[in-house]
């Protein structure tokens, strides 16, 4: 029998929705990864296990982090990456590169605009174009160990976290689109999403050669059609886009794209399902699009008149 678990997400612009920048599984690697994507094994592990929580103890040794995007050519990538430890800053970026997952992978170096320190903390960020299929950002040990470590024993770091979100992009008036979304927005067991759709509340769908469906590669392949019942079997005359896989699906961090295109004017209201194959539930997402064109609270922000309240706060979000 199939469940629901009912969610909000507050984080809309008109005619266009972004997720939140939020913190992804990050993977580390002590050794050149090569095109080997994160996560897809050796050399990468998953940072903070057991052998994959420390930091080379030489000047001049690397270690490379890695974190899995949805590649979507048109878009720029806003990449945010974080060190936790006592020897944080004493790590320096040597590059920043987006992987495309063709064969083999195309690499695309990335820029870095920005280094912050904090206590016991190193914030990079870069920009990435176009939006990668993943990241690798390397680091170079600058400066011996802090006083007081024990060169034998390298340094521990407790966090090494990358985050990242989409620029904003110019959306036409019928259509609205997700950038940087994901499923992971529940604690608990992994979930695999094999199924997802999405009905506005009075625009009718266009035509299924208009939608667009941007997961990580390696997750599909998917296909997409235009529906007119959801999930239950309740009619939706207006119809919506079912995309499904019967490959491996997103799991909770995975991040995806769409592009919801309809015949009128963009809604400003959604419904959008993802059937978790693990669990044999629905998860439901009430979706409100600011139709002023500007962003509610919490919403994604690059200055204080994206956002309804006037305010954008120093990390991004709106007040």
């Keep these: 029998m199939k469940k629901w678990v009912y969610l909000t997400l507050a984080t809309m612009v008109a005619l266009t929705f972004a997720t939140q920048a939020a913190a992804w599984t990050t993977y580390v690697s002590y050794s050149d990864p090569g095109t080997t994507r994160p996560g897809s094994g050796a050399p990468w592990g998953l940072s903070g296990s057991p052998g994959f929580n420390t930091l ?6 690397m270690i490379w982090f890695g974190i899995t995007n949805a590649h979507i050519a048109t878009n720029t990538k806003s990449f945010t990456f974080t060190l936790t430890s006592p020897d ?3 790590f320096s970026p040597a590059s920043l590169t987006g992987y495309v997952n063709t064969t083999p992978p195309t690499a695309t170096p990335g820029g870095i605009t920005g280094i912050t320190d904090g206590p016991g903390t190193r914030t990079i960020t870069g920009t990435l174009v176009p939006q990668p299929s ?8 600058t400066a011996a160990f802090a006083p007081g470590f024990n060169k034998a024993n390298a340094s521990t770091f407790t966090q090494a976290e990358g985050s990242s979100h989409c620029s904003r992009t110019q959306a036409s008036t019928n259509t609205v689109s997700f950038f940087d979304a994901s499923f992971g927005v529940l ?11 999405i009905f506005a509340d009075s625009q009718a769908a266009g035509p299924n050669d208009d939608q667009l469906f941007s997961p990580p590669d390696y997750t599909g392949p998917w296909v997409g059609e235009i529906v007119f019942a959801g999930p239950d079997g309740e009619p939706r005359p207006q119809g919506g886009v079912r995309w499904f896989t019967e490959g491996e699906g997103l799991g909770a961090q995975e991040i ?6 309809m015949l009128g004017d963009a809604d400003t209201g959604y419904s959008l399902y993802g059937f978790d194959q693990v669990s044999g539930q629905y998860y439901y997402f009430r979706i409100e699009v600011a139709p002023n064109g500007c962003t509610p609270a919490g919403g994604v922000c690059e200055s204080d008149a994206d956002c309804c309240s006037g305010r954008c706060k120093v990390n991004g979000i709106c007040r």
């Design 187 to 197: 604690d608990g067991p992994p979930i695999l999403i094999n199924e997802v759709l």
């Design 88 to 90: 944080a800053s004493k």
């Design 134 to 141: 993943w990241e690798v950002i390397k680091l170079v040990r």
């Design 256 to 261: 995806y794209g769409q592009t919801f295109s």
């Design 56 to 61: 080379p103890p030489n000047v001049g040794d």
